[in-house]
Structures are given as structure tokens and as C-alpha cells.
């Protein structure tokens, strides 16, 4: 067994655990990047030809050792506090190692077994979609204790992260108008606010596992040579009616349904996204569009986010009904194409 196999899991906890104890701030910058590239080497791992049974028990005694080194040292906090890391007994609780199982190990692993026996890519995101939105969102309809709390908990952060923070940056500083703004209202709206984004939390939590699923998938061939194979990921067209059904409920005087139709929303936004953003890419290949228009595309993507995005969002639900023919799935369900010029998303 080559030695250099057992990186990759070390990769992945040290990635995972480092964004766990880092600060609030750091976490909300690239919280979900790290969650994305403990994925890709975790996903690297298993896909790995020196994977073997020894390699397996050692990444286990590896992961468990990740685990106990920092839940023991809180004291340590001291020595890399300039950092940005703050290591300190309330982000080291030992649920951090079910939470490593839950984001990445599971959904990994069964988007290991999807790419071993080649099912559409579609699968395990859809599956990392619904499965922590329907799980979530029982929590927060059945037990109004968890809901209550979380309610209680976020209003406690408004307060603390942003209403605070707004109150002295006036008292030292001149604010904008658009600040000022936020101020008062937040004053005035802060439990309402705090309900609105609880009852957000599926579609939100639902949205960092999809963005796992898809990104370790796509970027997985980092680990290969220069030539790889993208899959196609295209959903099932009659999941439309699903989002048709949920933009419908937005209409209902029901205030728990207007939330199940906002979850619907947001979250089969991100995944017709992801089938626009394959429109777009098989458009470019079909029309030879250079690397140069598709980088500008990306810049467009960042610049102009909500209205690119929206574009492209309609896009994916569109092309359930306009299908040319060279838009149409091969048999394999995957786009068979060597990416020497690292063209396609």
C-alpha cells in the first residue's frame, strides 16, 4: 500500500475540522468551500485503486485520532489565537465527528457507489436534497421546543452580530442611510425575522448538501490526469411538477405553506442551476464558443449573480420542453468528453 493513499483522508478531516473551529466570520467566507474540498478528498480516497481494506482501518484510527486531538485541547487556543482559529470548549464538542459523517461521509459515499456503477448523476443530488429538507422540516413542524429554540437562538444572533454591531458603528461613525434603515427595522422586526429565517433552515441546509454532492462530483478529476470525463446531470422532467406545485402554495393563506413553497423554491432553484448551467456549457460546445467567452460568462456569473442566475435558472426549466436534438441525454447519461482545456463547468 502506498502511503501517500492515507493524504487524502488526513486531508479531509484536517479541512473539516480546521472550518469547525475557525471564526464566525472565516466560517461564513469559506465555510462551505473547505465542506466542498473535505468532500472531493474524501471522495478521492475511495475512488482511489490503492484503497484497500488496511487503508480503510487506518484512515478510521486516523479519523477518530483527528477527533480526540481536538476535543482534548481547548487550552490551545492561546498559542494560534492570531490565527483567526479560536479553539475553545464550546466549537470542540465530540458531535463534530457525527457531523463529519452526516456532511460528508454519507452523501460522499453514496456519490462514490452512484459514479462506481455509473447511474445518472441526478440521483445523489436529488437524494442530498430532499432527505435533510424533509428531515429539517419535520423538526421545525413537530417539535416546537427545537423550533422555539432555533427561533431564539438566531433572534440572539441578530442581536448580537448585526443590531449591536450597527448601534456602534453609529455612535463612532456616520452610517449610511441603507444601514440606518437596516437598523430600525431590525429593531422593530427582529423575532419576525428570525422566525422567517428558521423557517428557511431546510431549503438552507438541503442547499450546502446539494452543493457537496454536485461540486465533489465536478471536481473530483483534479485528483486524475489532464483528460476526464464531466457527467451530465440533467433531472427527471416530471420533477417540474413538484416546483409547480410548491410556487402554487405561495398563494395559500396557510403561513406554514407559503414557507413550504418558499423551501421548494429556493431549493429547485439551485438544482434547474445546475441543469442551466449544463444547457449553457453543451450550447458552447455545440456553437465552439472559446474558452475566453465561457471565462466571461463565470465573471458575468459573479458580477451580475441574481440576474445571470435567474437567466440560467429559467434556462434548466425550459429545456424540459425545448430539447434540440443536440441538447438530448446520450444512453449513458454522461457527457463523454475530454476536458484537456479545462472548458467545461
Do not use: H
Not at 105 to 119: A, C, D, G, M, T
Not at 206 to 215: G, N
Request: glycine share 4%.
Amino acid at each position: 500500500m502506498n502511503k501517500s493513499i492515507q493524504l487524502y483522508p488526513v486531508l479531509s478531516f484536517l479541512t473539516f475540522y480546521m472550518i469547525q473551529i475557525s471564526s464566525k466570520t472565516y466560517f461564513a467566507v469559506f465555510g462551505i468551500f473547505l465542506y466542498i474540498a473535505a468532500g472531493v478528498a474524501f471522495l478521492a480516497y475511495l475512488e482511489s485503486s490503492e484503497r484497500n481494506r488496511k487503508s480503510d482501518i487506518i484512515s478510521f484510527i486516523i479519523y477518530i485520532l483527528f477527533t480526540a486531538l481536538f476535543f482534548i485541547l481547548p487550552s490551545a487556543g492561546s498559542m494560534i489565537e492570531k490565527t483567526g482559529l479560536l479553539l475553545n470548549s464550546a466549537n470542540l464538542k465530540i458531535w463534530w465527528m457525527p457531523l463529519y459523517i452526516a456532511a460528508i461521509f454519507i452523501p460522499v459515499f453514496f456519490l462514490y457507489k452512484n459514479r462506481k456503477s455509473n447511474k445518472p448523476l441526478y440521483i445523489p443530488v436529488v437524494i442530498s436534497a430532499a432527505v435533510p429538507a424533509l428531515l429539517t422540516g419535520a423538526l421545525l413542524i413537530f417539535f416546537a421546543d427545537i423550533r422555539n429554540g432555533a427561533v431564539a437562538a438566531v433572534a440572539n444572533i441578530i442581536q448580537t452580530s448585526i443590531i449591536d454591531t450597527l448601534i456602534k458603528m453609529k455612535e463612532t461613525m456616520q452610517i449610511s442611510d441603507y444601514y440606518a434603515d437596516m437598523l430600525s427595522y431590525l429593531i422593530l422586526n427582529k423575532e419576525t425575522v428570525a422566525k422567517q429565517t428558521v423557517y428557511m433552515i431546510p431549503a438552507a441546509i438541503s442547499s450546502v448538501f446539494v452543493l457537496i454532492t454536485y461540486m465533489c462530483d465536478r471536481m473530483k478529476p483534479v485528483f486524475k490526469d489532464n483528460a476526464f470525463i464531466i457527467r451530465e446531470f440533467r433531472l427527471p422532467d416530471n420533477l417540474v411538477w413538484i416546483l409547480i406545485l410548491g410556487g402554487f402554495l405561495i398563494l395559500a393563506q396557510n403561513e406554514g405553506l407559503k414557507y413550504v413553497s418558499y423551501n421548494v423554491i429556493a431549493l429547485f432553484a439551485l438544482l434547474y442551476f445546475f441543469q442551466g448551467l449544463q444547457v449553457v456549457n453543451k450550447a458552447f460546445d455545440k456553437f465552439q464558443v472559446s474558452i475566453f467567452i465561457r471565462s466571461l460568462l463565470f465573471l458575468f456569473i459573479f458580477l451580475y449573480f441574481t440576474v445571470v442566475a435567474s437567466i440560467i435558472v429559467l434556462i434548466g426549466i425550459f429545456s424540459i420542453w425545448f430539447k434540440p436534438k443536440w441538447l438530448e441525454k446520450d444512453s449513458s447519461n454522461t457527457d463523454k468528453k475530454e476536458n484537456d482545456n479545462g472548458r467545461n463547468f
